[in-house]
């Protein structure tokens, strides 16, 4: 017997930005979050997020967010307190899930129960023939190439467009 998953008619999307990729030495410094319902963007939530500690070169040169855009930005703490609020029990759809949910429970003691969607482990599954499963390549297989994705907030609105081609 085959279960099919409930079609969600709400749901939130998240990404993140992060100073590196070990969840023991690196931070989150941008999240942006995206409420969506009956395929339509209702709300979004953004913030910087200081890191308490001067950011990489490297990580400025690839996401573009320096230390002056965050010296006044609220801790992790904080911000995740924000996000929790805003998203309730809404299911979480974001892609790279194993990822994105580790760092943001490293980098916290805030816990997040929701059901959480993966778009990475999704698009796999409903479009095997592509060579990467960057949110761009599968934009572009979509159809959306002309989609430019600067912030995490661009990520966030794009991953509804992603989940609602892949689910």
Same mark, same amino acid.
């Given at each position: 017997m085959c279960i099919k998953r409930k079609i969600l008619d709400e749901y939130v999307t998240i990404d993140i930005e992060t100073t590196g990729f070990n969840l023991e030495k690196d931070n989150i410094i941008e999240l942006a979050v995206c409420k969506v319902r009956n395929k339509r963007i209702i709300d979004s939530f953004t913030s910087f997020i200081n890191p308490n500690k001067p950011i990489n070169k490297v990580i400025t040169k690839i996401t573009g967010i320096t230390d002056e855009m965050l010296k006044d930005a609220d801790?992790?703490?904080?911000? /995740?307190n924000k996000l929790?609020?805003?998203?309730?029990?809404?299911?979480?759809?974001?892609?790279?899930?194993?990822?994105v949910m580790k760092f943001i429970k490293a980098?916290?003691?805030i816990k997040i129960e929701n059901e959480v969607i993966d778009t990475l482990t999704l698009s796999k599954k409903k479009i095997p023939h592509l060579k990467n499963?960057? /949110?761009?390549?599968? /934009?572009?297989?979509?159809g959306n190439s002309d989609i430019v994705l600067n912030r995490s907030i661009d990520y966030a609105r794009v991953l509804a467009k992603v989940y609602e081609h892949v689910r």
């Amino acid at each position: 017997m085959c279960i099919k998953r409930k079609i969600l008619d709400e749901y939130v999307t998240i990404d993140i930005e992060t100073t590196g990729f070990n969840l023991e030495k690196d931070n989150i410094i941008e999240l942006a979050v995206c409420k969506v319902r009956n395929k339509r963007i209702i709300d979004s939530f953004t913030s910087f997020i200081n890191p308490n500690k001067p950011i990489n070169k490297v990580i400025t040169k690839i996401t573009g967010i320096t230390d002056e855009m965050l010296k006044d930005a609220d801790t992790i703490n904080i911000v /995740l307190n924000k996000l929790v609020d805003f998203i309730g029990d809404l299911p979480i759809v974001v892609h790279n899930a194993n990822y994105v949910m580790k760092f943001i429970k490293a980098n916290t003691n805030i816990k997040i129960e929701n059901e959480v969607i993966d778009t990475l482990t999704l698009s796999k599954k409903k479009i095997p023939h592509l060579k990467n499963y960057t /949110l761009k390549s599968i /934009l572009e297989f979509s159809g959306n190439s002309d989609i430019v994705l600067n912030r995490s907030i661009d990520y966030a609105r794009v991953l509804a467009k992603v989940y609602e081609h892949v689910r």
